[in-house]
């Protein structure tokens, strides 16, 4: 709160409108001459109806006084916008609170001081809204992080954590930062995408809609790779919501965002870091391990990218098939070597020994791709093996797709397509027909 105040100092904040007879900061400032930072934080604590209530009376007053020249003769619908703002900064988000309101942004980065963007579509938009200073959005950060338990400051510049409604958020100040705090917020839809939406959105074709319906139900491991924002995370709720209810699923997350269209019997699992005196953390490792002991029909591990990748596809080869994962990786043949990289930081193994586990963990990797339009698909889908000659993984293409606005080109049929008969998930003539589909 006091952050809050002393950012009220600024005469010129750069989301006031020009011409206006008040500004915000003004408001602001004579707010807190009525209403100490140090009383009005602790009515925030004990009863904040109380407390906006209070504020907006006080607002009142200073309008019909004429507190600051001009103020008495502002529109009411300028009034109120004042008034919403000041109580945004104060118990909500400030400049961010329409953009989180707004349910079609994706992301929102504030920039330092001078700007914000948010993400629509896949597409960045400069925000018309900013923040007065950097103790503006430091005050920001610290109501974000405060509740969870998690600090930042010079000695440790950097945090990650996660809102209520399951919103991921990063922070960094100086000096690691040198624009001043940068926050980014990453906002996921409010209800369960499913691979029909996708398939309505463009992401997927029909054919592929059935064919990860099917290899989800035929336990078949699958590896979801792609660069940052292209989708992995979306996809993986996706396929975990295909998911048969008659099986324990274990997720495991470094910061939890996948949810569930009712499945009866989930166990969650999010890692922890390091408190402020140094221990406590739990690792995805350890998760995956501990998961192990959890009687799991599937594990679904959130993102490989440490050493936990060696204890995941030991759980892939060692009964726990159906299991799903993501990672960063441009191709589905970088996907094996960025895992042989973070086996390597597990155990130091033979190269081939940790790539014949890899073809034999992972059934099938699903490659995502996002195009300058900002529109996300399935650009690859490959069948991972081990060639005994080269004694290295390779993968052969099943599915390829180049651009969005193009249908993709089906190569070839997994080699599980023949057991969905024998084990129940398909008829032959749904299979045939899926198969002449394809052509």
């Known amino acids: 709160m006091e952050r809050v105040a002393q950012a009220g100092n600024d005469p010129n904040p750069a989301h006031e409108s020009q011409g206006s007879p008040v500004t915000l900061a003004q ?3 004579l707010v807190h001459e009525r209403f100490p930072s140090e009383e009005l934080a602790r009515m925030v604590e004990e009863n904040p109806t109380l407390a906006e209530n209070e504020i907006r009376s006080i607002c009142r007053g200073l309008f019909d006084a004429d507190a600051v020249p001009g103020m008495a003769r502002m529109g009411e619908a300028r009034r109120d916008a004042l008034v ?9 988000f400030g400049p961010l609170e329409p953009l989180l309101a707004d349910d079609g942004i994706t992301e929102i980065m504030v920039n330092g001081t001078d700007s914000v963007y948010y993400e629509r579509g896949g597409t960045l938009h400069p925000s018309p809204r900013c923040f007065s200073n950097a103790d503006e959005i430091r005050a920001l950060i610290d109501r974000i992080i405060g509740p969870l338990g998690r600090r930042i400051d010079e000695s440790s510049p950097m945090v990650n954590a996660r809102l209520e409604d399951g919103s991921r958020v990063n922070a960094v100040i100086a000096p690691v930062s040198l624009i001043g705090p940068a926050l980014t917020i990453r906002r996921f839809p409010a209800r369960v995408i499913t691979l029909s939406d996708m398939e309505d959105s463009g992401s997927i074709e029909k054919s592929m809609t059935r064919f990860l319906n099917w290899a989800v139900r035929a336990r078949v491991n699958i590896a979801v ?26 997720t495991i997350e470094d910061s939890a965002e996948l949810r569930f269209l009712g499945h009866p019997h989930v166990v969650r699992m999010e890692a922890r870091p390091m408190n402020a005196e140094g221990t406590g953390e739990i690792t995805i490792r350890k998760l995956v391990i501990n998961a192990l002991r959890m009687r799991p029909d599937r594990i679904v591990v959130g993102e490989c990218r440490g050493a936990e990748a060696l204890d995941m596809l030991q759980a892939m080869n060692t009964g726990h098939d159906g299991s799903l994962t993501t990672l960063h990786a441009n191709s589905p043949e970088d996907a094996i070597l960025r895992l042989t990289t973070m086996v390597r930081y597990a155990a130091d193994l033979p190269v081939d020994v940790i790539e014949r586990q890899i073809a034999s963990a992972i059934d099938i990797g699903v490659q995502l791709s996002r195009d300058a339009a900002g529109h996300r698909f399935v650009s690859q889908v490959v069948d991972y093996r081990f060639d ?11 599915y390829e797709r180049s651009y969005a606005e193009t249908g993709g080109v089906w190569i070839e049929c997994p080699r599980w397509i023949d057991r969905l008969e024998r084990e129940g998930i398909a008829t032959c003539e749904e299979v045939k027909r899926w198969k002449r589909s394809l052509s």
């Open 388 to 398: 005994e000659e080269t004694k290295r993984a390779c993968s052969s293409v099943l």
């Open 84 to 92: 919403r703002e000041l109580i945004d900064g104060i118990f909500g």
């Open 225 to 250: 790779s792609g660069g940052t924002g292209t989708g992995k995370t979306t996809l993986l709720n996706a396929l975990s919501c295909e998911i048969p209810d008659t099986e324990r699923v274990i």
């Open 27 to 29: 408001l602001r400032g």
